[in-house]
């Protein structure tokens, strides 16, 4: 039966350790904004906003998408609220809906004083959140999660900041979105790996799945490294973009469970250096372009 779940469970269901795939992609593009002289911080607050309550309500969706198809029963991974039976799988997708209109009205907010056009490109991001997992055939278990991310909370997410803010999108804003895209999939990928045994009992082919563990965890790790040939292009625009390198430790104790061949809730803890790593380098990079601007 369920119960009713408390503040902190619902924290818990809402997935904090996947925020930085929302927080870092507006601090990219909104470097690559200050950058090409159009910076907006308003501009940059509803994209974070809308950004941020994307990925709530991905992972309110998930929840409920995942628990009422019975895939997360035996997993080793956070707290889910419908699978677990603390919530009602009505109210877990209420949440979700909530996530997405409060995305949805930012959003169009923003589209209004950037570009009316952009409020497509939002019904697309929502129908995207939702059908990951949703629906009758959710493309998320056909592989296509991480390539969905890659575009949607890299290539959208950067550019779109950048487009908001500065009316145009640039190179630099692009090696940018390339890199949290890597990233920001790698995170989706190791959650993924660790998540094989169940998955595949219930059915559910992630990339993961259908690579193999040991070719999931190959890609795992060139993604992971994808910042480094990304900080190399950005010296052709700046040699402050240098400070995106000091990010580079950071990817160690991403890589080392992976490298490890650990399982299980061993695993859990990639997710949370993965998205580490990706807002350290957001950040530093957002800074290096800031100062060569300045």
Request: charged share 10%.
């Amino acid at each position: 039966m369920a119960h009713t779940p408390s503040f902190g469970q619902w924290l818990e269901g809402a997935r904090p350790h996947t925020w930085p795939n929302a927080v870092a992609p507006v601090i990219a593009g909104s470097g690559a904004a200050y950058f090409a002289g159009g910076f907006s911080w308003w501009r940059a607050l509803i994209a974070l906003v809308v950004a941020w309550a994307l990925i709530v309500g991905v992972n309110f969706a998930n929840d409920y998408s995942d628990g009422i198809r019975g895939t997360d029963e035996d997993r080793s991974g956070p707290l889910r609220l419908t699978g677990s039976g603390l919530a009602r799988p009505a109210a877990v997708r209420g949440a979700a809906f909530g996530a997405f209109g409060v995305a949805a009205v930012a959003g169009v907010a923003l589209s209004v004083v950037s570009n009316p056009w952009l409020i497509a490109v939002g019904a697309v991001c929502i129908l995207a959140a939702w059908f990951y997992t949703g629906g009758k055939r959710p493309y998320g278990y056909r592989g296509l999660g991480e390539a969905a991310v890659f575009v949607f909370f890299g290539l959208v997410a950067v550019l779109g900041t950048e487009y908001t803010q500065s009316g145009s999108i640039s190179w630099v804003g692009l090696v940018a979105a390339i890199t949290v895209g890597a990233l920001s999939a790698a995170v989706n990928l190791a959650n993924n790996i660790r998540d094989i045994p169940s998955d595949e009992a219930a059915g559910k082919r992630t990339l993961a799945v259908l690579l193999g563990e040991r070719r999931a965890r190959s890609l795992f790790l060139i993604l992971l490294l994808v910042p480094i040939p990304g900080t190399a292009a950005l010296l052709f625009a700046t040699w402050w973009a240098a400070l995106g390198f000091l990010g580079a430790p950071l990817l160690l104790p991403a890589a080392a469970p992976i490298v490890r061949r650990e399982a299980g809730a061993r695993l859990i803890p990639v997710l949370g250096a993965t998205g580490r790593a990706l807002l350290a380098w957001s950040a530093l990079t957002a800074i290096g372009l800031v100062l060569a601007a300045t």
